[in-house]
């Protein structure tokens, strides 16, 4: 059993493994394989179902890893960009019931209240500038 893990552990070493970027892939990898069940379109979906998951093998198992550093840390970026609307909108989802959210009209930073009916004046913290907002 000893020699088995030996074995095993020196085949993984050097490999790329298992990134950001990969875990991105199995989750788009999940979401055709549900399209998939739901319009049953075997043969396209299919197609693109197995495609994935050669990728992400592929990429898994590599041993080039300059290369598969540079797609991970472009995805990196790519995906910086879009941090803020994911966590704006993890927090729009948490607040929901408690709370409305509002765009600052002066610097365009959202703004939480608290909900109820009427008026209100509330102070942006980014810029300061005051602002009312009618809350149905």
């Not at 598969?68 to 472009?74: D, V």
């Not at 995805?75 to 909108?89: C, I, S």
Request: net charge positive.
């Amino acid at each position: 059993m000893g020699n088995f893990l030996m074995r095993l552990r020196n085949f993984f070493s050097g490999r790329n493994g298992i990134d950001k970027l990969n875990i991105a892939l199995i989750v788009v990898y999940c979401v055709v394989v549900f399209i998939k069940t739901i319009t049953r379109q075997y043969l396209w979906i299919g197609i693109i179902q197995y495609a994935l998951l050669a990728y992400i093998v592929f990429r898994a198992m590599s041993r080039n890893l300059q290369k598969r550093y540079n797609e991970n840390f472009k995805f990196e970026q790519v995906f910086k960009a879009w941090q803020p609307y994911f966590e704006h909108t993890k927090l729009r989802f948490q607040f929901r019931k408690t709370h409305r959210f509002r765009k600052c009209k002066n610097c365009g930073e959202f703004l939480r209240l608290k909900k109820g009916r009427g008026k209100r004046t509330v102070t942006c913290p980014k810029c300061g500038s005051e602002q009312k907002f009618h809350l149905l």
